[in-house]
């Protein structure tokens, strides 16, 4: 039996807050998350660094807050090869150490001599537990394309799924096609808890279950509108479950402190015994995870998390500058910051115009919900307000009262009797930048910027590229 403790790093695309059973989503089925839960801890606010995959996936390699990251920082990019990524350090540890599928990126790494995850394995877990030498630990990222766009239309009805019965955000429109589309992405929810499944069972033959650490979560929210991409719940919150077998003294455990995912490597490292690098700003889950607590547990240190927003995909007219913004949440208020609040929010309805050519509302996904919520917001006011909610731009400052608007819909920043809330939690919000060494809190935003991309963009169906049109 290894001397420390196996890791096993599942992750999901594009998958977001609440949509797991073990959260109480009525419609889509998650057993193996919810048996992780039961059986370890289930964290109740857990958020990522950006809402975006590339900068998201750097955070949590890293253990650092993505604007520490240079290009890092955004969508399509690469990652400067002298950061240090915790897979990489286990492996110098002695750990075995490789991937499957999605796990950075997505982006270049031409200067890199080897991926920051460790070897990648085509034949999965079971190929890479094969390999294994013997008495060796391991830290394994399981990924996945799931539940990343796009869906086979139809996916979730045709399962069975009762559409009547799923929970929509308050910025969607009630409508069949927004139904049908949330079930086809729970689809895809339920095919990677199944990939899950298959991974415990194999822990469970070789008996390595329970000396293995298994933490199962999404890189951030849904790929709807008024989700990925920004900084709202819909988009910024995940999943997070993490079984431990007897490390975790009371399991069953439901934890209302705020975490981040940069704490994930800082975990992993201190599991392993390994030296966690100054640079690195996540702070281990590991009192959380021993603790016999539930609900508050490290009340001080915990009562807030803070993310943000740099370039997701240039999707604006006459430049390549992304909607750079940050966020401070805590259990009561969500305050944003919009350091371009000129900018399309979700990118420029006009794709005619667009600095890509045929890019369309580029940071949100294509899809029916997107389309529909396009193509209808001039049948009535309801449908124009949330088409503004997703796509219209946005004030320099945005406040929510999480308690009483959960969806997170009416901006109360320019309301007088909130005015001492706003300006207490913006001065923290900068406070907090600025000792993460975040260059937009210091003036020097423009370090975060110009960087390369590699990707391409969400472009409108009617888009001709040989006539421009």
């Not at 949100?364 to 309801?382: F, I, Q, R």
Request: glycine share 10%.
């Amino acid at each position: 039996m290894p001397q420390h403790p196996n890791i096993l790093f599942a992750i999901a695309d594009d998958w977001g807050y609440p949509h797991a059973g073990a959260y109480g989503d009525p419609v889509v089925q998650t057993p193996v998350f919810d048996r992780l839960a039961r059986e370890g801890v289930l964290f109740m606010h857990a958020y990522i660094s950006s809402p975006s995959c590339t900068p998201s996936r750097n955070a949590i390699l890293s253990g650092q807050y993505h604007w520490r990251l240079g290009a890092g920082a955004s969508l399509w990019s690469t990652l400067d090869p002298a950061t240090p990524a915790y897979p990489l350090i286990l492996e110098e540890a002695g750990y075995h150490v490789g991937y499957w599928r999605k796990s950075w990126g997505p982006g270049k790494l031409d200067e890199w001599n080897k991926h920051p995850a460790g070897k990648h394995y085509k034949a999965g877990f079971e190929g890479f537990l094969s390999e294994r030498p013997d008495n060796k630990p391991f830290c394994f990222w399981l990924g996945a394309s799931d539940p990343h766009r796009p869906y086979k239309a139809g996916t979730g009805i045709q399962s069975g799924m009762d559409i009547d019965k799923i929970r929509l955000f308050e910025c969607f429109p009630d409508h069949p096609v927004i139904r049908s589309d949330v079930a086809d992405y729970y689809f895809e929810v339920q095919r990677f808890d199944s990939d899950v499944a298959n991974a415990i069972e194999l822990l469970e033959k070789t008996g390595e279950l329970e000396n293995t650490i298994i933490v199962m979560t999404g890189d951030h929210g849904m790929p709807f509108p008024r989700s990925k991409a920004n900084l709202y719940d819909s988009g910024s919150r995940v999943p997070l479950a993490i079984r431990w077998g007897s490390g975790i003294r009371k399991p069953d455990r439901k934890i209302d402190d705020f975490i981040s995912l940069c704490d994930l490597a800082p975990t992993f490292l201190e599991l392993a015994g390994v030296k966690i690098p100054e640079v690195m700003t996540g702070r281990s889950l590991v009192g959380l995870m021993k603790s016999k607590r539930e609900g508050f547990i490290q009340t001080s240190e915990r009562s807030f998390v803070l993310y943000g927003k740099e370039r997701h995909v240039p999707c604006q007219e006459e430049t390549m500058d992304g909607y750079p913004s940050r966020a401070i949440r805590n259990h009561e208020f969500l305050y944003i910051r919009n350091y371009k609040p000129g900018l399309w929010p979700s990118g420029t309805p006009d794709y005619l115009n667009a600095t890509l050519p045929g890019c369309w509302l580029g940071d949100c996904d294509n899809g029916p919900t997107k389309s529909y919520m396009v193509e209808n917001k001039d049948l009535d006011a309801n449908h124009r307000h949330l088409w503004e909610l997703s796509f219209g731009k946005r004030a320099t400052e945005e406040l929510y009262d999480c308690k009483n608007d959960p969806g997170q819909i009416n901006n109360l920043a320019g309301e007088p009797e909130y005015d001492e809330i706003r300006a207490s939690l913006a001065l923290k919000l900068m406070e907090q930048l600025e000792l993460t060494g975040d260059p937009r809190a210091m003036g020097k935003g423009d370090e975060l910027e110009g960087h390369p991309y590699y990707g391409g963009v969400p472009k409108h169906p009617d888009y001709k590229p040989e006539t421009g049109e």
